[in-house]
């Protein structure tokens, strides 16, 4: 099976080498639009370039952009996760459970928000493989399960990290800057590039990133061949899911508190940020690269709308507007291949 996430690997090489080129093309076709937003809202406004603006948009492109990095290889496998922004919640109410209730050091306390996360994407991976309950439907009675466990965890109320010295510095601190003092990009900037790099690595180079493309090219085929595909989807799941504990642990340090209530609606920005970024919600074809594209636009076109002072609710128009063309695309990509 290719290892280029194709879904026409199958058809011959001719096919193949049309899908990689049209991926790369709706990569170039993302960027260059990211590109168009940057140099278009400079110019609507002289505040938008500001270091400080900038900086702000890359903080805000960290959460969203991990959490995007999770769905990415949940959908090349032909699923979806609808449960990735109260994941994302429930391991940091996790991590305030460990670290401010119970007094453990730092250290478990990052440990605690990976291992529920690992944890609940293993329960939603043998839901969608061994029960054979579609993605949607099961992700989404996670999302609710898991929305529900936060609060009761939490007792409805937020978890402050104020006795846990080091922790806001997970994502606002700068490694960086310290160095660097003219450039202080925040850890959770440098954390998404990691997390995004350590996918592409897996992906690419990784047994487990040859049968994540597989399963979304054709799952029967694989399963026909000998593989045990139900046990490479549970992983595929699990690794979602302690991504999604990161994600957890950048919005928890950045709030420093575990918001119970919060999370909700982030799974909407981050399958769109997956989207833009040329991954196919069929299956079997996406890039890590194409992700963090998606997140930087929509995080570039909310601040830039925030800027212009635009309202809320037209900021929520022209995001769904962008999610149906970039959907619409990749279904006209996938007819010509």
């Known amino acids: 099976m290719s290892t280029t996430g194709n879904t026409a690997a199958t058809a011959g090489p001719g096919a193949a080498a049309r899908a990689r080129f049209s991926g790369a093309q709706q990569r170039l076709l993302a ?9 278009g ?32 290889l949940v959908i090349i496998t032909g699923g979806i996760d609808l449960s990735v922004g109260t994941l994302m919640t429930f391991c940091a109410v996790a991590a305030g459970t460990v670290l401010t209730n119970w007094g453990m050091p730092l ?12 944890l609940s ?23 609710l399960i898991l929305k529900g466990l936060s609060l009761v965890i939490s007792g409805t109320r937020p978890i402050y990290f104020n006795s846990t010295p080091g922790f806001t510095s997970i994502a606002q601190g700068s490694i960086v800057g310290s160095i660097l003092p003219e450039v202080p990009l925040p850890n959770g900037v440098l954390i998404l590039f990691l997390v995004a790099l ?37 992983a595929v799941y699990a690794l979602a899911g302690g991504i999604c504990g990161v994600a957890g642990l950048l919005i928890a340090s950045r709030l420093n508190s575990a918001q119970p209530a919060l999370g909700q609606g982030y799974e909407l920005d981050a399958i769109a940020a997956v989207v833009i970024g040329g991954t196919s919600l069929s299956g079997g074809r996406g890039t890590i690269i ?14 830039g709308l925030r800027i212009l002072s635009v309202a809320q609710e037209w900021q929520t128009v022209v995001t769904g507007s962008i999610i149906i063309l970039a959907v619409y695309t990749d279904m006209l990509r996938r007819r010509k291949v």
């Not at 400079?42 to 990095?69: D, E, K, R, W």
């Not at 478990?108 to 928000?113: D, H, S, T, V």
């Not at 990784?206 to 549970?234: C, H, M, P, Q, Y």
């Open 31 to 39: 960027f260059a639009s990211l590109i168009i937003l940057v140099i």
């Open 41 to 72: 809202f400079s110019l609507a406004s002289p505040n938008f370039l500001q270091t400080s603006n900038v900086l702000a948009i890359l903080q805000a492109t960290s959460v969203n952009g991990v959490l995007a990095v999770a769905a990415t």
């Open 107 to 118: 250290p478990l306390g990052i440990l605690a928000a990976l291992a529920a996360g690992t």
């Open 121 to 143: 994407g293993l329960c939603s991976g043998s839901i969608i493989a061994k029960l054979k309950v579609p993605p949607f439907i099961a992700t989404l009675g996670m999302m």
């Open 198 to 234: 350590v996918a592409h690595f897996i992906l690419r180079r990784t047994i487990l990133g040859r049968f994540t493309f597989a399963l979304g090219s054709n799952e029967e085929a694989v399963r026909l061949s000998g593989v045990d595909t139900d046990r490479w989807k549970i």
């Open 290 to 303: 194409g992700t963090l594209i998606g997140a930087l636009i929509i995080s570039v076109l909310a601040n």
